[in-house]
Each structure stands twice: as structure tokens, then as C-alpha cells.
């Protein structure tokens, strides 16, 4: 689905890749792990095109991304990519313009459901509600591929549980979704496979059901494979 | 649900089912959800939940007729339950004399357990 070759990226001196290659199968819900500082919004980013690499492909279903590839990815933004006189009714409204494929009416409900007033405005949001506006704009188009990045990091255990049944909910198995995470006890149950990034470019990928049927939790295998 | 860690979630969610066919929570020819119903139900992807069914299929658990879903099989009942028994003392023993606990001792031990039950 995914192709990554031979990617490198920096920002002035700092390398983030120098030469990284992985694949992302379709119509899985992948988590991307790594620690800190690893790279994993960078490569988000790379992916919906937000940014170029520089040198190496990115490519979604053997197309290298560009505007076109663009229109047929839902990347989580975060609440500061809205202006400061916005209100939630206007970021949804906002989406409508933008996005065809912006399903209005899943959104109101889903407003309801997240506990958002439609009059409040974004930038006085607590860092929990405008966490939840950004999932549900992310996850009310209508697209192949979703990237949240750090989706539940801010969220309370129970609007938490709501955010994980409104991914699952939204989503069907013709698409693929790509979380990236450091909370993994929050994910771990909704993840078809983990793609770990390292240090030098190293990626592991695993399958959870592969994990556990080899007697191991998913948070032991990261940690193993981490050191 | 809560999930234990390091067994796949599929086959948990089809010892779950089980447990339902087994409780009389779910009948002889009792129509299962829909794949999606309890994908919501148990927080976890289509994928997980199709290996579960398929996984209860495969044991003969459950039938799935295409297009229309999937059932409880009739009579899957008494062998579920039988099946959970043999499962449950296998487990029970191999734990007991694990610990050293003779054979005279673990009957001992059930009997006293039955006494004051």
C-alpha cells in the first residue's frame, strides 16, 4: 500500500532518516511505534505530503505522493492548525468546504458523542476536547488511508474508549489506518500489525496475533526489540 | 472485555463466544452479530473479529451461511461444555502436579472442596 524507499530527511543539521526503507500493507490498522524523537510524525508528514523528502520515494498504491496522491489521505491535524476566531460548527464547516469526501452529519453526531459544543471555540478548547475535534475531522472523510498521529495521548479513559469505538466505527477493512503511538497499552488491542522504528533506519514490522500466539505481549516484544 | 496480553485477542473473543453458546446466552441456530456489531462490541478490527469467527467455525462451533451470516450449530452445546471440563481439569492437574501435589492429594483436595461448597 505504502512503499517507502530509500528515504532521507533532515531538518538543517539534524538527520531523521538517512536510508530508510519499509512497507505498510493495506487494510490493516498499523501502529508506529518508536521512541521519542524516533521520526515517526516526520514520516506521517512525508506520507500526506505535508513534507518533501529529500532524497528517496514516498509512494500510496504506486504513486508517488504529490497533490493528487494528497486528496485520498485523512492526516490528523493538530488543534493549533486552526485559526483563533474559529468555533467547532466553523471547523466543521471548514471541512465541508475543503473536503468532499466530509461526512457533515457523522460529524454533528459525533460532536454530540465527544461532548463538543458547536458554538465553543477552538483555541479555549481543553487540550482533551480539541484532541477529540481533531479525531473526528480526521476520521469523518471518507478515504483509503487515515494517519493519526499520538491520537488518545490527551484523552481520559472513557472518551479514550469513545475515540478507539469512533476509529472503529468509521473505518472499514477496504482501508488502512496508520497510528503512531508511544502509549501502546492504550492501542495495542485495535493493532493488526506494529511497524517499530529505530535508530539507523532499522524498522521491525510484526503481526500482534504472531506476537501473542508465541506467548509474548505486544509491550514486552516492543521492549525487547527496542533495546 | 478485558484482554489478557500475551494470548491472541481472536482466539479470546472465541472463548468468549463459546462460553455464551455454553451459558444458553446464545441457542441452537441463534443468528451470531455481524462482524461489525462485534467488532464495536469488543474494541478490536474486522480482522481480529473475522479470525475469530473463523476460528470458532473451524472448531465446528458456529456455521457461517454466505451472504446470510452466522449461526450457532445445533447441538454444539453439550460439547462445548464437555470439551471445557476435560480443558479446565487437564489444566487444573498439570498445575497441581507441577506443584508436587500427589495424585491421592488433589482428589483429597476436590472432595474437601466440594464438602464446603
Known amino acids: ?227 | 472485555m478485558i484482554f489478557l496480553e500475551n494470548i491472541p485477542i481472536y482466539v479470546q473473543i472465541a472463548d468468549d463466544i463459546k462460553d455464551q453458546i455454553i451459558a444458553g446466552k446464545l441457542c441452537d441456530d441463534d443468528k451470531l452479530l455481524s462482524i461489525r456489531e462485534y467488532s464495536l462490541k469488543y474494541e478490536v478490527t474486522a480482522l481480529t473479529m473475522q479470525r475469530a469467527l473463523a476460528l470458532l467455525e473451524s472448531e465446528g462451533a458456529v456455521e457461517t451461511k454466505k451472504g446470510v451470516g452466522s449461526f450457532v450449530k445445533a447441538g454444539v452445546r453439550e460439547q462445548l461444555k464437555v470439551r471445557l471440563v476435560e480443558e479446565l481439569v487437564r489444566d487444573f492437574i498439570s498445575r497441581a502436579k507441577n506443584m508436587g501435589i500427589s495424585n491421592d492429594e488433589i482428589l483429597e483436595n476436590v472432595r474437601e472442596g466440594l464438602d464446603n461448597d
Not at chain 1, 16 to 21: G, S
Not at chain 1, 71 to 95: H, I, P, Q, T
Open chain 1, 1 to 227: 500500500m505504502i512503499s517507502i524507499k530509500n528515504l532521507s530527511k533532515s531538518y538543517g543539521k539534524k538527520a531523521v532518516f538517512k536510508n530508510l526503507t519499509l512497507e505498510f500493507s493495506a487494510n490493516r490498522v498499523i501502529g508506529l511505534l518508536g521512541e521519542n524523537g524516533i521520526g515517526k510524525t516526520t514520516l506521517l508528514k512525508l506520507i500526506a505530503d505535508i513534507l518533501k523528502p529529500d532524497k528517496g520515494e514516498v509512494s500510496i498504491a504506486g504513486e508517488t505522493v504529490s497533490r493528487h496522491t494528497r486528496a485520498g489521505v485523512s492526516y490528523m491535524l493538530s488543534a493549533n492548525n486552526f485559526y483563533g476566531f474559529m468555533k467547532v460548527r466553523d471547523a466543521l464547516n471548514f471541512y465541508r468546504d475543503f473536503y468532499e469526501d466530509f461526512d457533515y452529519e457523522r460529524a454533528v453526531t459525533l460532536c454530540h458523542e465527544f461532548k463538543l459544543h458547536p458554538k465553543a471555540r477552538v483555541k479555549t478548547l481543553s487540550k482533551g476536547s480539541a484532541e477529540r475535534l481533531c479525531i473526528l475531522l480526521c476520521l469523518c472523510r471518507c478515504v483509503p488511508l487515515y494517519l493519526l498521529d499520538e491520537p488518545v495521548a490527551g484523552l481520559d479513559p472513557k472518551f479514550k474508549h469513545g475515540a478507539i469505538k469512533a476509529m472503529l466505527a468509521n473505518t472499514c477493512e477496504e482501508q488502512t489506518v496508520i497510528i503512531s503511538s508511544h502509549l501502546l497499552r492504550d492501542l495495542e488491542t485495535i493493532f493488526d500489525e506494529i511497524i517499530i522504528l529505530k535508530k539507523n533506519d532499522e524498522v521491525v514490522t510484526a503481526n500482534t496475533d504472531e506476537i501473542r500466539e508465541s506467548g509474548k505481549s505486544v509491550e514486552q516484544f516492543y521492549l525487547e526489540v527496542s533495546e
